[in-house]
């Protein structure tokens, strides 16, 4: 492969890992696909060390705009482990019900989003229309729709009070017919059939090889949890079954997010319906004795884990993010071989990149020793105009 | 049953529906009562302890000179840096912080958007 120079692309602020795709080509086929990351490090680890425990919560929660509440639940947990306290059943209930409605927003988010690289914009504007009900949920619940600001050392900050709960079950209803309708779309309409299915395949063997998480995992059959195989919060006392699928396609995580989205709304109810009473928090002291610790979550994404340290101080001394996309990414440069290039977006949102900005993709042939940079929308173009050539491929 | 157009039934039930998108400025979807919004600040209940300003995670409350009785220093709120997490209104002994739910904060001039 010849060496290329390539400017770096617009840099999205809003995004922790944005990344870069180098794909070899041999007619339409992807012989080889190599990825970077790390263009907008936003240097948020550094920043953590020179900030206060508590202005931390809120600089954690900026490390993703998707799954912000993961982000600051597993700080809080660490800096919970350290400190030797326990929030209050009420607090962890409710911590673990803002948990399960980010899951409810973020999987109907990646429908809409899948359904956007496909060419299918009609499931785009409809799941994106039904998420505002859960984002409504969650703004009356917290006071904001994306950057939370819920979780805090040793509890939660507000408490849920009747009216809100209402309206919280009563959007869990109506959001468990809208996700039975989405399920029973991605079963039976052929748009979604013919641009998923068979695209994507990582076996078991190169699942576990690749360390993949969350539901590009359990899409590949293995039931692997991060909310059943080490439960943090409420988890434990609530049950919920882990979603997997055998086919370990894109469909596949279509199916195993549809179906998650359901298990997460029957979650949500149960522990609205049994919310202990009491406190929602204790207080937490400012400084931090020294130790270390480690907290996982399962973000929508996949397993999220936060490595903690501190010195005794108020400040932490070291923190260590490892995000589900850094472990999803690796697999995906092994998916793209083989595809072809029209499928390379829908493998790529098929994880649902939490940066999803795939900035610049550079198309190498290698026959005509050329190159051209594409950029996202291009590619999404060019696919939706590949199918429609010819429908059959 | 597999088959192409599965969703126009759903295409179809929405067409009597209006859209769902809003003309904005001219009409306004109601927000949720515990909106974090703009600060409002109670100059006569606060003590100039300075814990807003120690907690403010993105350091738009900071402490300046009071010229006032009563306190050497009073805090400024520079709405332009605020991210309204309500740290401030937690952190504060005396209540004096409030956020109230109004999210229109589009202004002209910079100096609207400092409260003190």
Sequence with gaps: MAEITFPIGPIHPALKEPERFMITVEGETVVNADIRIGHIHRGIEKLVESRTYI????????????????????FCQATEDILGIAPPPRGLY??????????????????????????????????????????DILELMTGNRVNYAYNTIGGVRRDLNQSVSDKLLKGMDFLETRMKAYVDIGLNETTILKRTQGIGILKQPEARKYSAVGPRLRACGIAYDVRKADPHAAYGEIPFDVITAETSDV???????????????????????????????VKAPRKVPPGEAISRTEAPRGEDIHYLRSNGTDKPDRLRVRTPTMANILNVAHTLKGAQIADVPMIVAGIDPCMGCMDRVLIIDNDK????????EELRKYAIEWYKEAPNR | MARPGYMIPELLGRLGKKPVTVLYPYEKLPTAPGLRGKIKFHTDKCIGCGMCARDCPSGACVMVEFKGEGRKKSPEFNLDRCTFCEQCAESCPKDAIELTGE????????????IR
């Design chain 2, 103 to 114: 999210y229109e904060l589009a202004h002209f001039k910079k100096n609207e958007l400092i």
């Design chain 1, 251 to 281: 469909h596949g995580q279509y199916v195993v997010r549809a179906l998650e989205t359901i298990e997460s709304i029957k979650m949500v109810r149960y522990m609205v319906k049994n919310l202990p009473a009491g406190d929602i928090r």
């Design chain 1, 94 to 135: 409710l911590r673990t019900i803002v948990n399960e409605l980010e899951r409810i927003h973020s999987h109907l988010l990646w429908v809409g989003v899948a359904g956007h690289e496909m060419g299918f914009d009609t499931l785009f504007m409809y799941s994106w229309d039904d998420r505002e009900v859960v984002q």
């Design chain 1, 55 to 74: 202005q931390n919560l809120y600089l954690t929660e900026r490390i993703c705009g998707i799954c912000s509440f993961t982000h600051t639940t597993n």
């Design chain 1, 369 to 376: 020793e050329t190159s051209n940079m594409v950029d996202m």
